[in-house]
């Protein structure tokens, strides 16, 4: 079943999470086959963004949406996988020409040196004219070597924007999108439980946690197999067996998708009547097929005329089939 677990190390400034999801990945991945599944080195890159997105959305406090994007100028031009605060959580690709089998993340998206990775936080109830939260981060290290996973583009992202040290190790495959991330606590910060007094200073300068660089070097020594294979209680107790570990009850992300027809109305509003119009003439309905979930939305003549019709005079609608 897929969830995600917190944990933290009690007296320690060190807190951690694990996300495992299985059946919430495999119907994302099922739902995407009626709109053309995704190649397999895709489909890797995008469960890892989910399975990452589920872990940094529970490791804020925030009533939004997070998104992670990735805009890339290889064959991948975007990547998008969008998490709820429920971790209800989505995620697509647009993908233009051929995949290089076994591509990474510098083939699949940063070829040319110009990929970069958003990270976005849209608060739920906007004040006016409130604008969304964005980080960006290139996909290439400091000495500009061109990273290939995932995980280290968002290691980088939490030291440069909150300056956390951050361990994460992302896994995916067709059954399966996992991770595990871990995390420096600011000792003077709300999240710190406890923990001795002595070399706190020390222990609140970036890199200078010795019970964080311990604990982060047990997790770097889980392999992609296990973190697809184990179950959470598993993985922790062979990483963590001799840490004193408080384990926190898991919620269970899922996939969601919250597109609409009132939104796909809208989007045929904004291309027009005269579009819209030669799209019937040219081939008697319009469909249009959300790329998240699969879901068709389909307009006959009828629908078209109806939506360029003033309120009050429409009539109605047919409804949306799968
Ligand atoms: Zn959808």
């Known amino acids: 079943m897929s969830e995600l677990v917190k944990f933290l190390f009690e007296g320690l400034p060190v807190r951690g999470m ?6 919430a990945w495999q119907e994302l991945l099922r739902r995407r086959q009626t709109v053309g599944a995704h190649a397999p080195e895709v489909r890797t890159l995008l469960g890892e963004l989910a399975a990452a997105g589920v872990l940094m959305q529970s490791n804020i406090k925030f009533n939004g949406a997070l998104l992670l994007q990735i805009h890339g100028d290889g064959p991948v031009k975007l990547a998008v996988a969008e998490v709820q605060p429920d971790l209800a959580f989505r995620a697509t690709a647009t993908v233009v ?33 409130q604008q969304p939260y964005q980080g960006v981060v290139p996909l290439h290290g400091d000495q500009r070597e061109p990273l290939q996973q995932v995980a280290q583009v968002l290691e980088h992202y939490m030291l440069q924007s909150e300056q956390l040290d951050t361990r994460l190790v992302l896994a995916s495959d067709e059954r399966v999108a996992a991770g595990l991330l871990i995390q420096r606590l600011p000792v003077e910060g709300e999240g710190n439980l406890g923990g001795g007094q002595g070399g706190r200073r020390n222990e609140d300068e970036i890199g200078q946690s010795e019970a964080f660089t311990r604990i982060a070097l047990l997790a ?13 209680e598993q993985i922790l107790r062979r990483l963590f067996w001799e840490e004193p570990l408080r384990v926190f009850e898991p919620m269970r992300p899922r996939f969601a998708c919250s597109c609409s027809r009132e939104r796909v109305t809208g989007m045929l509003q904004s291309l027009g009547r005269e579009e819209s119009d ?22 006959d003549a009828v ?15 047919s409804q949306a089939v799968n």
Request: glycine share 16%; with cysteine; net charge negative.
């Open 18 to 23: 694990l996300v495992y999801l299985d059946e």
């Open 97 to 129: 020409g051929a995949v290089p089998p076994g591509a990474q993340l510098a083939a699949l998206c940063n070829p040319g040196g110009k990929g970069r990775c958003a990270i976005t936080l849209d608060p739920r109830d906007k004040l006016p004219g």
């Open 220 to 232: 770097a020594t889980l392999t992609r197999e296990e973190l697809l294979t184990l179950g959470s």
């Open 278 to 299: 030669g799209l019937i003439a040219e081939r008697g309905r319009v469909e249009v097929g959300c790329e998240f979930c699969g879901l068709q939305y389909r307009f």
């Open 303 to 317: 629908d078209v005329a109806g939506i360029f019709t003033p309120p009050g005079r429409q009539a109605p609608g």
